[in-house]
Structures are given as C-alpha cells and as structure tokens.
C-alpha cells in the first residue's frame, strides 16, 4: 500500500511533461480569473477601464502604435505636446507597444495586446518556477503542482492588479532559472543567449523587473567566477557580450533621452513595512485582515505578504532551510548577498514595524535623490518571495515521502483560500465593464475627431480634482484613438523641465524646486489659452479659468457636460 501511494503521489514525469502540468494548473488559474472576451481585448472593461495606470497605458499605445517609425524608438511627440513623451515612462510594456505598431504597420488593424499579456502574465508564472524545480533536480509532477500554485497566486502578483507591466513577475522567476542553468559546469552559449533575451525582454516590459532580473544576472556571472567556472577574461567577456545589446536597446528606446519624467525622487516612503510579509492582508483566511499595513501613506507599494499556504509550509520547512543555508552559503553567496541588499533597500532607511517607526539611518539628500530612481524601492522583495517558494518546495522533495508531499499540497490550497479576496477582486473589476466616464462620450467624439489639435486646461500635469483627472483621462483616449496631438498626459514622474544639473545642484530642494517649476508650468497653460490659433484646434476647460471674458475676440465657448469647449471663430 504505501509503495502504491508513493507511486502515485510522488510519480516522476520527463521535463516536457512538466511543464504541461504546470501551464495546465495555470490554464485553470486564468480561467478562474479572464474569459476569452477579456484577452482578446474586447471585453467592455477595455473602453475605459478603471484606475489610472491602466488607462495612460491604452492611450500611450494607441499613439505610438499609429506613430511613425523613428529614433528615439518610443518617443511620441503627439502625446504631452508640443514636448512630446517617451511611452516607456507611461509603463507601456515596449514589447507589447511593438507588436501592436507591427502588426498596424502591415495591417493597418489596431488592436488590443494587453488581454494576451495579462492571460501570460498569470500562466507563465508556474511554468518559470517548474522550469526553477526541474534544475534544482525536483522532477515530482505533485512538486509541479504545487509550485506552480505557489507562483500563480503569489498575493504580491495579484496586489499589482491595475499596474499591466508590474504583472510580468515571471521574469523574476525566469531568472532564476537562468540562475541555476548557469552555475552548470558547462555554461552553453544557449544559456548566455538567453540572459540577454531575457535582459532585453526585461527592459521592454519594466524598469523595476529589469533591474532585478539584472541584479540575478550579475550574481550568476561573479558565482561562476567564484566557483572557479569560468576565468576571469571568460567572465569579463561574457560581461561585455550581455551588456552590449541591452545597452544598444537602452538607446535605441531613448530611456535618457526626451520625453521622459523625472529621474530622481523621494526615497523612503513607497517602502516594505517589515511584517508586511508575514501578517496577513487581503486574506480570505482572516476576513478581519482585509486592509494593508501601510505606515507611511505609499507602503502599499511594498504589500509583500507572502499568504498563509507559503508562511505554514516555511514554517516547516525552517529547519531544513537553515541546514541548506549553512551548507551551501558560498556556493550562491552573491544570489544571498543580493536577496539581503533587495530586501534591505526594500525597508529603506526608515524602518518600520507596523505603525511604529523603530529606526532612521542618516542619508545625504544627494544618496536619498539616488536611490529615489527606484522610488518604490518595496517592490524590490519580489524576487525574495518567488525565491522562498523554490527553497520551500525544493527542500520538501528533496527526499520525498508521501506525508510531506500532502501536507504541502494543502498549504498550496491553504493558500487558494487566502488569495480569494485578491482574486475576487480582479474578477469584480472586470465584471463592473468601463469605469465612470466625466463627459459624454458622443458629444466628445465628435469633437475630437473634428479637431486638429486638443488643449486641455488644467491639463493632467496641472489637475487638482479627481473630476478633472477622470476627465483628462478620458480625453487623452479619446485623442489617442483619434490620433489627435494633445498637451496633457499622465506619467509617474513629471519633470517640468527639471534636469541632472538641477537635481545636483539643489538635491534636498528638489520637491520644492518641483512645485514651483509646475505652479509657472500651470500659470503659463491658462495664458496661453487666452488665445487660439488655428479654428481646427480645440481647447476643453476644465474650470472657471480662463474666463470666457478674459479670451481673445473670436474665441467661443460651449457647454462639454459639466466642462465646456472652446474654439476659435473662422469667420
């Protein structure tokens, strides 16, 4: 009897075998979450979705898809005009930008690639950590099972609902994997190919899961350095051989060029609460729990908890963790040294339990303006949570008995059941279809599609009320659909012409130098749209400035919902 239950719980499966078993958990994950409408990019919710960030992605697509082909490769001089905007800082996943401008270019069809990327976002996730498993030599098809639960329904991935780039945490995983693949005594040149297919794939897709992907790369050259795999001139070479391509790409993609936002910003406050990973939030399990740890007002975006299926298995797992750990420091010591550095740059400077505000290190304004390029530093744990589910796994099949593969098999339920919330509430936004629109569509369709130019006042960059961001937002789609130039536009970061010099100059006055570039920023949009210069442009109000008495003759208003729109006279 027991040789026929080790039979069936603990069965070996060949590699490709696997990885169907992996994608095939993570078809009924998706299925759970997405119907077919939904990835085609059909679905109503696509119209206008809800929040934001989602939103400046569709628009920033839609101009760059319908732009020409130039250098810098996302600059997009349509959006955010007359300066212009690079689309990478309206995180609008480059690859995916570059496939709809493909297949736009040979078709002339716009269509919709974020469903797709979503549906891959949520599948690809177990079958990176299979392939994590298969070269850590877990070959169990239950391990599978459970691993690829663990990484699909990792509750930091779901958090990042709203956030399309932030969705591909698979990257994280895949390198990983690539991490293993390289510390073989053999390193092919399929596995230096891939690094930089994933580096390059890395920066298409987002910033923050560039640098981490980046940070593995880097541990996996200096370990085989260590490890006396490779020769130093190999490891430089190799070196040299990667960075080059991502480098060309970098430039190509204009990230330092014009167009962006700005680079530096305060570190600190999108931080990790120190519990955040081990205290439930959103949990299903605990009802009461359905809020965040949030001390600073921006630690949501170190929301790192880890679920209570993967917290349970760790527990157990905590002997045996340790034992590895001590056993096999040095062999992937720069992986550890850069897991412990995320982490800590995770926390930041201000170190926070809960409420309570426990430690503050000293920083220069000119290191914190630094660091601030990763301003939401909380997300860097990321990585450190995908990596505790391989050590958890791994170390439970190691030698493998049926009771221990169950008991995990049911933290990895446990762990369905504390993600439901988080799950429900992706199905919900999507049920609710488009979000709240400020203006009537029709009468601003037909307005846009009119005009040869929109200015809006305040535009985004200026905007105080949630009224007026809903309404830039929904003006910004709509000029985009349109393909119409328009000066407002959402990005993380705004500049208003702050550069490297000033930022150098005055780095503990760089908010305060920020607010008055926007205040004269802003004062100079309502000057100019005291006057009109063409009768094809169209300018939307969004307040009570500029009066209708204080415009230039010939410049007419009318009523745009509760906004109104102003055009001059051809006569």
């Known amino acids: 009897m027991a040789r026929r239950l080790d039979r069936i719980v603990l069965v070996q499966l060949p590699t490709w075998q696997l990885l169907v078993v992996a994608a095939t958990v993570g078809l009924f994950w998706v299925a759970s979450l997405f119907d077919w409408e939904f990835v085609a990019g059909r679905d109503a919710f696509w119209r206008f979705p809800m929040g934001i960030d989602m939103q400046v992605v569709l628009a920033a697509y839609y101009y760059f898809v319908q732009n020409p082909w130039q250098l810098p490769l996302f600059y997009v001089p349509a959006l955010g005009a007359p300066t212009g905007t690079n689309v990478i800082f309206a995180d609008v996943v480059p690859v995916m930008a570059l496939v709809g401008r493909l297949i736009h270019s040979s078709t002339g069809v716009i269509v919709n690639p974020y469903g797709i990327f979503l549906f891959l976002c ?116 190799t070196g040299i051989a990667t960075v080059a391509p991502v480098a060309i790409l970098t430039a190509l993609g204009g990230q330092f060029g014009k167009g962006g936002g700005l680079p530096f910003a305060e570190y600190g406050h999108y931080s990790m609460n120190v519990v955040s990973p081990f205290v439930p939030q959103a949990s299903g399990i605990y009802p009461g729990m359905q809020g965040i740890i949030d001390a600073t007002g921006g630690q949501y975006e170190g ?76 997300r860097f744990f990321w990585l450190i949570g995908y990596a505790q589910i391989v050590l958890v796994v791994v170390l439970a099949f190691r030698r493998p008995r049926p009771g221990v593969a169950l008991c995990l098999l049911g933290a990895a339920i446990l762990q369905l059941c504390d993600v439901q919330p988080l799950r429900e509430h992706i199905v919900g936004s999507i049920a609710a279809g ?29 905007s105080e009320s949630v009224r007026q961001i809903r309404a830039n937002m929904q003006l910004m789609i709509a000029a985009a659909r349109a393909d119409v130039p ?28 920020l607010q008055k570039r926007r205040s004269r920023y802003c004062e100079k949009e309502i000057a100019q749209a005291l006057n009109a210069g063409d009768p094809s442009e169209l300018l939307v109000l969004l307040s009570d400035q500029p009066r209708q008495q204080q415009m230039a003759p010939g410049i007419t208003c009318s009523r745009l919902s509760w906004a109104r729109y102003c055009k001059l006279s051809q006569e």
Request: hydrophobic residues 55%.
């Open 486 to 513: 328009t000066n407002t536009v959402y990005l993380a970061r705004q500049s208003y012409d702050l550069d490297l010099r000033d930022v150098l100059r005055s780095p503990s006055h760089i908010a305060e130098i």
């Open 122 to 237: 949520f599948v690809l996730p177990g079958v990176m950590m299979t392939l994590v498993l298969i070269e850590a030599k877990t070959r169990c098809a239950l391990a599978a099972v459970i691993g690829a639960i663990f990484a699909d329904t990792m509750p930091a991935l779901l958090w990042r609902w709203g956030d399309i780039a932030l969705e591909a945490q698979f990257l994280l995983i895949g390198a990983l994997a690539l991490y293993l693949f390289s510390l073989r005594k053999r390193h092919s040149g399929a596995v230096a190919a891939a690094w930089i297919g994933l580096l390059c794939l890395s920066y298409l897709t987002n910033v923050y899961l560039f640098a981490m992907v980046g940070a593995v790369w880097l541990c996996a050259l200096v370990q085989r350095r260590l490890d006396r795999l490779a020769t130093t001139p190999e490891a430089l070479a």
């Open 434 to 462: 488009a979000g709240a629109e400020e203006l009537d569509e029709n009468e601003m369709s037909r307005l846009v599609s009119r005009a040869s130019r929109i200015e809006v006042v305040p535009s985004f960059q200026c």
């Open 303 to 378: 929301f790192n908890y880890l679920g209570l299926g993967l917290l349970l298995a760790s527990i157990f797992a905590l002997p045996a963790e340790a034992s590895w750990l001590s056993r096999n420091a040095r062999r992937h010591a720069t992986l550890l040294i850069a897991c412990a550095a995320m982490t800590a740059f995770a926390i930041s400077h201000r170190v926070f339990i809960g409420r309570w505000l426990i430690l503050t290190l000293p920083m220069p304004p000119y290191v914190s303006s630094l660091l601030g390029i990763f301003r939401s530093s909380g």
